[in-house]
């Protein structure tokens, strides 16, 4: 007769899971986070655009004060204020920014001794495959001032793969490997977060928000250490270069659409449709004078100054999904944008 072998599991054990027994002797998470948020600050610029956070998150990678955080409007404005872990204020100013990388390098001045992470060390680490516990640190949501601690969130690395994003129609400048998470990292006041190991090791600045492009999902990522490494090493030192930003004139004249939009005659006029030029694309597409321009790729318009910030600058063959309103009704047309007719013959 066989016996029947039952094995006791503590209760706790059922709560904790895999994820205990993956790192059998790490420190609690307690304590990571309390490391980690020594070496994260809480950023406000007076830079930005109406309807963008003005405020951010940076990372501490030398002890005299320099700061990896992202390329994001708040950093346009020239007055930068730091908010250090225990409290203390600084300004700020930009040492150097690359926008191909979607990163900058921040100094702060009359500090020393300052937590931070090693960045070249932090470099020669082997990616981490998917799969892998991960922690998120981020002043998300404007949450954190002065000595508050910032946001963490906990997941696991989804893959490791090109990054190909964009906000609203534009794509975004870095196309190159990063990890993506399983966790909602990337929210307002994210960009330039820290993305760690279960024990608090650095491996990726959280990025934007951003939407993957071929699925038109926003998508929770962290730009590689080690695709930042030159960059933090050279700007500090004073040495890097940007990238040449590329030359306008290589894209071509803007598309035609052949859709006239009422007179922009106050600060936020709505972007109805005054006349629709025929066989213009516009015509095609069945667009109608009163027609109101609700959505642009899932975008929301609410002037005649952001339809033209993005459709006006397309080129030749782009194709956009509207919302327009008529009526009591939501409609959606597809618009492709066409060669700029040619001008009229002179007589």
């Known amino acids: 007769m066989k016996r029947l072998h039952i094995w006791a599991v503590p209760f706790a054990a059922l709560l904790t899971g895999p994820a205990v027994a993956q790192v059998p002797h790490a420190p609690s998470l307690a304590a990571v986070t309390d490391q980690v948020n020594q070496k994260v600050v809480k950023l406000y610029g007076a830079g930005g655009y109406r309807g963008l956070a003005n405020y951010g998150t940076g990372i501490l990678v030398s002890a005299e004060g320099h700061i990896l955080t992202a390329h994001t409007p708040l950093l346009e404005g020239g007055d930068i204020r730091v908010h250090l872990a225990d409290g203390r204020r600084y300004n700020a100013k930009v040492a150097v920014a690359e926008p191909e990388l979607d990163a900058a390098l921040l100094k702060i001045d009359d500090v020393s001794d300052l937590p931070h992470f090693d960045g ?69 006041g994210s960009p330039g977060g820290a993305l760690t190991t ?21 998508v ?75 959505y642009v790729d899932g975008e929301q318009v609410g002037s005649v100054k952001d339809f033209r910030a993005i459709v006006g600058k397309a080129q030749p063959g782009t194709t956009f999904k509207l919302e327009v309103r008529r009526g009591d009704r939501l409609v959606s047309v597809e618009l492709k944008l066409d060669a700029p007719p040619a001008p009229p013959a002179k007589k």
Do not use: C
């Open 120 to 188: 070249a060390a932090a470099a020669k680490r082997p990616v981490v495959p998917p799969g892998t516990w991960v922690l998120g640190f981020t002043n998300q949501f404007q949450i954190a001032t002065r000595d508050e601690a910032v946001t963490v969130q906990h997941g696991v690395v989804a893959t490791f793969t090109k990054l190909q994003g964009r906000r609203g129609v534009f794509e975004a400048a870095y196309t190159g490997d990063v990890y993506f998470v399983d966790a909602i990292t990337n929210n307002p």
């Open 198 to 218: 279960r024990t608090g090791d650095l491996l990726g600045l959280v990025g934007k928000e951003l939407q993957n492009k071929l699925t038109d999902t926003y």
């Open 220 to 294: 929770n990522y962290a730009v590689p250490v080690k695709a930042l490494a030159e960059f933090v090493e050279k700007g500090m030192r004073g040495e890097y270069k940007p990238v040449a930003p590329r030359e306008k004139s290589a894209v071509g004249p803007a598309g035609y659409h052949g859709v006239i939009l009422v007179p922009d005659v106050v600060e936020r006029t709505p972007p109805f449709i005054e006349e629709v030029r025929p066989d213009s694309p516009g015509a095609k597409a069945g667009l109608r004078p009163d027609d109101l321009v609700v």
